[in-house]
């Protein structure tokens, strides 16, 4: 869900370096839990 809902930020952005910058994202996001849930 997390990876799904931000990866449009950046659409022009190689794979590679774009998941380098969404781990990021993740490790900071206070909401982990919820993503989760909506994943499931």
Sequence with gaps: GFR???????PKMEQKKAS????????RDPFKAKWSIISA
């Design 20 to 27: 380098t910058l969404l781990t990021k994202l993740w490790n």
């Design 4 to 10: 799904t809902f931000y990866k449009n930020i950046f």
